[in-house]
């Protein structure tokens, strides 16, 4: 079946229609779900992802609080309709697992944890649709979640998949691609331009994955922008809300406006 | 039982040796343990050691039906569980990180980037496979297991020889090894594991430079480590392709900080590594030759 699908057609377009360094569209949804003190939802194309975040709160656990700092707990579901083949996978999944403990392991030198010591953040990631980019789409869902939750964080982590068909360095897979080129994810830290997260699963050259790797670290880049859109604009709403009280709410409203660097979306 | 993290003096002695380019066990930053290698009487059993660590791979095979949505794939299994006898540190019954982490990537690196002919192990298409299953026993564990199993593995899957097997008809029959010489399993390609240790050199009070200095170790012993913030794992073959780049989390990186650890570092040490591996073949190989002909 996978030879049938042409991965980039003569005329330089997908399967799906994209151009080569094309992302799929975006949609990042910020609003509160349930009593999560953050959420988000995030949709690349037809990978859809809810993170929910918890805390920092008292450890439930005695004995997993740390001294020194929050103790950073992820857990990662998969809704068995997420794929095309319903399969039931069960917690103790080694999959799972490493998926899980991948994103806890990205995010720990990332969320300032020495701040909240003795407590704990909770991270729960519903994979809801899978087209691709799961562990990309986990990551900046993570991100936006541990933002709207409030969580200090050092920077964005924004994380990208990429590929190479032949000679060509793809971005953004869907499943169909996913199945046929090698895979590389990139987890980029936009403002030190620091590369946090490279996995790679497939065999690949080790020219073809520094290439890719160069072009999945300038897209980290563009997606970075996109995030700090919608965090912006969640924050410009609240501020607004708020505006018709305090004197402050107009001043807080030129901030978010077109001014650059993150620093100022830190102060409200 | 988790044993009590290394104290600071430990922790303080290791950074600063680290700054000097010096290890506690003499090594140069990016040089390995040398790797031994001890073969068992029978094919596919193998004992590789990187200092004290010790692992043990044996490979066997069985006849089994395959499962219907692959009739003509061979299956392979591995069992890599780590007991308590690696560690005081591992228990029974509870998975621990290491174990996940050593489970996925020796599964990423032995089965999912080819390295077996699965269609080679179909003996009868729908009917007839070969179940190879690779156990890897941790005997020892002194830093830096994977890389030993991963080592271990993909020896013991080169050493270990399957019996003929000849069908004709519906009619499958096996013959031993003394009627005719067991066959060698078809390897696409030998991928060598290596980690990185990584280490921020955060604790000199000169923070003003914009990109701190990384200091990166080759093949961690346990204390290292333990105290290390981030690890690179790289598996690739001599043909420099790579089948698994895994660097999550921990200190982060820059671009031109982890593409020359790569391209350079890694691409040598693999090609040293397959080269001593081929040797030690050769070696045991003309020694099993030499006694057949004594008897």
Redesign the interface.
């Known amino acids: 079946m996978a030879s049938r699908i042409e991965i980039l057609n003569e005329g330089g377009y997908r399967s799906d229609g994209r151009r080569q360094y094309e992302l799929r569209s975006i949609t990042i949804d910020l609003t509160p779900q349930g009593t999560a003190d953050g959420s988000a939802l995030i949709t690349h194309g037809l990978t859809q992802v809810l993170v929910s975040v918890f805390g920092p709160r008292e450890a439930k656990m005695r004995r997993e609080t740390l001294h020194d700092r929050a103790n950073v707990n992820v857990e990662v579901g998969v809704a068995p309709f997420s794929t095309g083949e319903r399969r039931r996978r069960g917690r103790g999944d080694k999959r799972i697992l490493e998926f899980a403990s991948t994103i806890k392991s990205t995010f720990e030198p990332v969320i300032q944890t020495t701040l909240y010591p003795r407590s704990q953040i909770d991270i729960y990631i519903q994979i809801l649709q899978q087209d691709g980019s799961v562990l990309p789409a986990c990551i900046n869902g993570t991100t936006l979640a541990l933002i709207t939750a409030g969580v200090p964080l050092l920077d964005f982590i924004c994380c990208i998949s990429g590929g190479v068909h032949s000679t060509h360095p793809l971005l953004d897979l869907t499943t169909l691609e996913e199945n046929d080129v090698p895979s590389v994810s990139v987890g980029v830290m936009p403002k030190t331009g620091r590369v946090v997260l490279v996995s790679l699963e497939t065999r690949l050259h080790v020219d073809r994955f520094e290439e890719v790797c160069r072009v999945a670290w300038e897209a980290g880049k563009v997606l970075h922008g996109e995030m700090r859109k919608a965090v912006r604009e969640r924050t410009g709403g609240l501020v607004d809300a708020m505006g018709g009280v305090a004197g402050a709410g107009g001043a807080g409203r030129g901030g978010p406006g077109e001014g650059d660097g993150d620093e100022r979306m830190v102060d409200y | 039982m988790r044993p009590p993290s290394p104290s600071i003096p430990e922790r303080e002695f290791l950074f600063t040796a680290l700054k000097q380019s010096l290890r506690l066990d003499g090594r140069s930053p990016l040089e390995m343990r040398t790797p031994s290698l001890i073969f068992g009487p029978e094919f596919g059993w193998v004992e590789c050691s990187l200092g004290k660590t010790r692992v043990i791979a044996s490979v066997d095979g069985k006849m089994v039906k395959p499962p219907p949505e692959r009739p003509f794939e061979g299956i392979i299994t591995i069992q890599s569980e780590i007991s308590p006898m690696a560690s005081s540190e591992y228990e029974v019954g509870r998975?621990s990180?290491e174990e996940?982490?050593l489970?996925?990537i020796l599964?990423?690196i032995l089965r999912?980037?080819?390295v077996v002919d699965k269609e080679s192990l179909c003996i009868l298409a729908g009917q007839r496979v070969w179940q190879l299953r690779l156990t890897i026993h941790c005997l020892a564990d002194a830093g830096n297991l994977l890389d030993c199993a991963c080592l271990a593995g993909i020896v013991a899957l080169k050493h270990f020889r399957r019996p003929e097997v000849e069908v004709i008809g519906d009619e499958v029959t096996v013959h031993a090894a003394t009627e005719r010489a067991p066959l060698p399993l078809s390897l696409h390609?030998t991928p060598f594991c290596l980690t990185f240790a990584l280490f921020p050199e955060s604790t000199s009070s000169t923070s003003s430079t914009s990109t701190p200095v990384i200091i990166t170790i080759l093949d961690p012993s346990l204390l290292e480590y333990r105290l290390a913030?981030?690890f690179?794992h790289v598996a690739?073959n001599a043909q420099?392709?790579?089948?698994?780049?895994?660097?999550?989390?921990?200190?982060?990186?820059?671009?031109d900080q982890?593409?020359p650890l790569?391209?350079d570092v890694a691409?040598t040490k693999v090609r040293e590594l397959d080269a001593f591996v081929e040797s030690r073949m050769k070696d045991d190989w003309e020694g099993r030759r030499k006694l057949v002909e004594v008897s």
């Open positions: 998975t990180d996940v982490t489970t996925r599964d990423k999912r980037s080819d390609h913030t981030g690179l690739m420099r392709e790579l089948c698994v780049v895994q660097k999550a989390g921990g200190v982060p990186l820059a671009l982890l593409l790569i391209k691409v």
